[in-house]
């Protein structure tokens, strides 16, 4: 008789346990009917009465809108600006005690990935050493310099030849790039010490005629400007970036005017 009656009983709790598990399931089907729902209208386009577009006008980047002043208020370790329109680069440029700091700590004094553009602390005369380095992060999610690793190929490489241009609170500084090249790390590519002019035009002719890509100046160099990246040809890549002054065009002096 008690076999019998803890039976029914078991039975009964068993309907019971089924009853709330199939009210359950019952009511998540809803609530995933209506989020697929909610889902798929948010990607579905909606339809709308049909108005005239007015176009915002796109306001110019102006070459002389660069503050030192102010942003120096921001971060007193600012020494430049740079500006390449077609390669999509607007940075300031620090320069740091060191060539670690920048790499972790953005322009605001934040820490930050994708670190800041900076030149190499030998650089004691900011732009006016015969060989200028900067750096700057190319990451696989993006980074400050990785604009400039599409001029690995020839079409970019011709395309943004000019595109480049340096501020500072002395002058602007139209560059042109003549070399690029992917290259294991090697700490002679920032050699800012020279024994003579004749000696810095063998070294940056070396590395310039010996690029991927290069277009070697006719004239000469001055000074040579070394962007310098991260690359993933091979183990501890950088990407090489020479460039040299040029002159300004009539273009960029009638903007400036």
């Given at each position: 008789?008690?076999?019998?009656v803890?039976l029914?009983?078991?039975l009964?709790?068993?309907?019971?346990?089924?009853?709330?598990?199939?009210?359950?399931?019952?009511?998540?089907?809803?609530?995933?009917?209506?989020?697929?729902?909610?889902?798929?209208?948010s990607?579905s386009?909606?339809?709308a009465p049909k108005t005239?577009?007015?176009k915002?006008?796109v306001?110019?980047?102006?070459?002389?809108?660069?503050d030192?002043?102010?942003?120096?208020?921001?971060?007193?370790?600012?020494v430049?600006?740079?500006?390449?329109?077609g390669?999509?680069?607007?940075?300031?440029?620090?320069?740091?005690?060191?060539?670690?700091k920048?790499?972790?700590?953005?322009?605001?004094g934040?820490?930050?990935?994708?670190?800041?553009?900076?030149?190499?602390?030998?650089?004691?005369?900011?732009?006016e050493?015969?060989?200028?380095?900067?750096?700057?992060?190319?990451?696989?999610?993006?980074?400050?310099?990785?604009?400039?690793?599409?001029?690995?190929k020839q079409e970019?490489?011709?395309?943004?030849?000019d595109?480049?241009?340096?501020?500072?609170p002395?002058?602007e500084i139209?560059?042109r790039?003549?070399?690029?090249?992917?290259?294991?790390?090697?700490g002679?590519?920032?050699?800012?010490?020279?024994e003579?002019?004749e000696?810095?035009?063998q070294y940056?002719l070396?590395?310039?005629?010996?690029?991927?890509?290069?277009?070697?100046?006719?004239?000469?160099?001055?000074?040579?400007?070394?962007?310098?990246?991260?690359?993933y040809?091979?183990?501890?890549?950088?990407?090489?970036i020479?460039?040299v002054e040029?002159?300004?065009?009539?273009?960029?002096?009638?903007?400036?005017?």
């Amino acid at each position: 008789m008690r076999k019998s009656v803890r039976l029914r009983l078991a039975l009964a709790l068993l309907a019971l346990s089924m009853t709330v598990i199939g009210a359950i399931l019952f009511v998540q089907a809803r609530v995933d009917k209506a989020a697929e729902a909610a889902t798929q209208a948010s990607l579905s386009p909606v339809s709308a009465p049909k108005t005239e577009m007015v176009k915002e006008p796109v306001e110019e980047m102006e070459e002389e809108s660069v503050d030192f002043e102010a942003l120096r208020e921001i971060n007193p370790e600012i020494v430049g600006w740079i500006r390449a329109q077609g390669l999509g680069i607007d940075e300031p440029i620090v320069r740091a005690s060191d060539n670690a700091k920048y790499l972790t700590t953005n322009f605001e004094g934040e820490q930050d990935r994708s670190g800041a553009i900076f030149l190499d602390y030998a650089c004691v005369q900011d732009f006016e050493e015969q060989h200028v380095v900067l750096y700057g992060h190319n990451l696989k999610a993006g980074g400050r310099f990785s604009p400039l690793i599409q001029l690995k190929k020839q079409e970019a490489f011709e395309q943004f030849q000019d595109d480049i241009v340096i501020y500072t609170p002395q002058r602007e500084i139209p560059l042109r790039i003549v070399g690029v090249e992917a290259a294991p790390a090697d700490g002679l590519r920032r050699m800012t010490d020279f024994e003579s002019l004749e000696a810095f035009q063998q070294y940056a002719l070396g590395y310039i005629n010996g690029c991927t890509l290069s277009d070697s100046p006719k004239d000469g160099v001055n000074r040579l400007y070394s962007f310098i990246t991260c690359s993933y040809e091979g183990e501890d890549y950088r990407t090489y970036i020479y460039a040299v002054e040029r002159p300004v065009s009539e273009a960029e002096a009638e903007s400036a005017a």
